[in-house]
């Protein structure tokens, strides 16, 4: 049997963090369990074979660095984006976490050209057409790491914790917890157990599933969280000039005039491309990726519209991925591409109408169809306002030939119940992440691993 001070599950965006803290002030022994591979064994055959090759676990959503850092890797350096952790820690102490981690990545190798602080007055008339168009800009600082840099800076970060001490085990599946007394005591792998005075569950989305089992096997209180449905969006870079040049990501909030639901734009990718994600069960979703050294000709981004499920219904991430495994099924397990003007014709896309455009999907093998047989009506009448308003800060936005790709799922767990210092109703046991429900990207799931590592070090001293 094994013993460890620290048990993390998880070696995602807010467990490397976690580890960070730990190592740089104690001589904690610690131990990452990842159900993926380490960050030199991520490489996803697509990319060269042009055919997902179905990996198990997915090297997309799975491993070192997680999902989060796999997917363009832009960093917002706001506590208005990106999570709730504000309202566990308050503004000041989220800024000024955030910008420590800022300078941690700095550290690593991160560019240092910031977006969002410059060209004011070109940024204000973008903000401008967005609230004639009852749109909601949210202006922030954000850098931009890129995919391809962000497998430099975690390659070098990885190695770091190796070299202070840090064990991995990858490919590795944590399948129960061990609880005493309401204290947990280690966790349980398929072939031992692990003993450990404090255990961190930073799973992340792909985890939100298993934490999900975790929390109702143990008694672990939770409440029901939002789940976000949607398309990813793809249009020619021109559509999108300004809004790429000055903010690089811009981040739109609308209430559809219908239904008065919450849509929202994210992961904005100039000249990126769409990829695919795995899940277990073989369940695709989409996303998108942008690289610092290689361009495309598009921009994609996702369009979300965020639903809260309230009594009696409970499970909120059953019903997005049962609308994802529709879509995967008329695509034959594969992705759906639709053009916008097809679908407000209520016609399917077909392979001759999707080449006759100026846009070339980046996406090689979506399958032509029709999400109208897939997203519920409330969805699509939400996303078909949203890119009508978007087309007034955006010309050309409404395009019959601009490309919906479906469907794209953010599965959030349901929102574990922490005290202020992210810990369970279990003592040591923490939760934290998106996985948690707590945050929703990159930079404040780092921000929240920071907290709980120096939590934990000050519980030792």
Not at 166 to 172: E, G, L, N, S
Not at 330 to 339: E, F, H, M, T, Y
Request: one cysteine or more; a neutral charge.
């Amino acid at each position: 049997m094994q013993k460890y001070d620290v048990v993390i599950v998880g070696a995602g965006c807010s467990g490397i963090f976690t580890a960070l803290e730990i190592v740089k002030n104690s001589n904690l022994k610690v131990l990452m369990i990842e159900k993926g591979n380490s960050i030199k064994k991520r490489v996803c055959p697509k990319r060269t074979t042009g055919k997902c090759m179905n990996c198990n676990p997915c090297n997309i959503t799975t491993g070192f660095s997680g999902a989060g850092a796999f997917s363009d890797g832009k960093l917002t350096l706001s506590p208005d984006v990106g999570g709730n952790l504000k309202n566990y820690l308050g503004y000041e102490k989220t800024q000024e976490l955030i910008d420590y981690v800022d300078s941690v990545y700095l550290s690593f190798g991160a560019d240092d050209k910031i977006y969002g602080n410059d060209h004011i007055d070109k940024i204000k008339e973008i903000e401008v057409e967005a609230i004639k168009n009852n749109l909601k800009l949210i202006v922030y600082p954000l850098r931009h790491l890129g995919t391809d840099q962000s497998y430099e800076i975690y390659s070098k970060i990885e190695e770091y914790l190796k070299e202070k001490g840090v064990d991995f085990k990858f490919r590795t599946m944590v399948e129960d917890l061990i609880i005493e007394n309401n204290v947990v005591k280690g966790v349980k792998t398929k072939d031992e157990t692990i003993k450990a005075k404090y255990v961190v569950l930073s799973v992340g989305r792909e985890g939100s599933e298993w934490l999900r089992n975790i929390c109702h096997n143990h008694n672990i209180e939770a409440i029901p969280s939002v789940v976000d449905i949607g398309v990813r969006v793809e249009v020619r870079n021109e559509v999108m000039e300004n809004i790429n040049k000055y903010l690089y990501e811009g981040k739109f909030i609308y209430n559809s005039k219908t239904f008065d639901d919450t849509v929202r734009t994210f992961c904005q990718n100039p000249s990126g491309e769409v990829v695919i994600e795995r899940y277990e069960d073989n369940l695709i979703t989409v996303n998108g990726h942008s690289y610092k050294d290689s361009k495309t000709n598009n921009t994609n981004l996702a369009l979300l519209v965020s639903k809260t499920f309230t009594q009696p219904f409970k499970d909120s991430i059953g019903y997005a991925k049962s609308i994802a495994k529709l879509a995967n099924m008329l695509a034959d397990g594969k992705v759906l591409v639709q053009r916008y003007g097809d679908l407000k014709r209520g016609r399917r896309t077909t392979e001759e109408r999707l080449m006759r455009g100026n846009i070339v999907p980046t996406l090689k093998d979506a399958v032509p169809g029709d999400l109208s047989l897939v997203l519920p009506y409330r969805i699509i009448k939400s996303i078909e306002e949203m890119i009508e308003a978007l087309n007034g800060v955006a010309p050309g936005f409404n395009s019959a030939e601009t490309l919906l790709y479906g469907v794209e799922c953010k599965f959030y767990n349901n929102k574990v119940i922490v005290d202020s210092n992210f810990q369970t109703n279990l003592k040591n046991l923490y939760a934290l992440g998106d996985g948690a429900g707590i945050t929703r990207g990159i930079i404040q799931s780092n921000s929240n691993g920071v907290y709980v590592g120096r939590h934990i070090v000050e519980e030792e001293k």
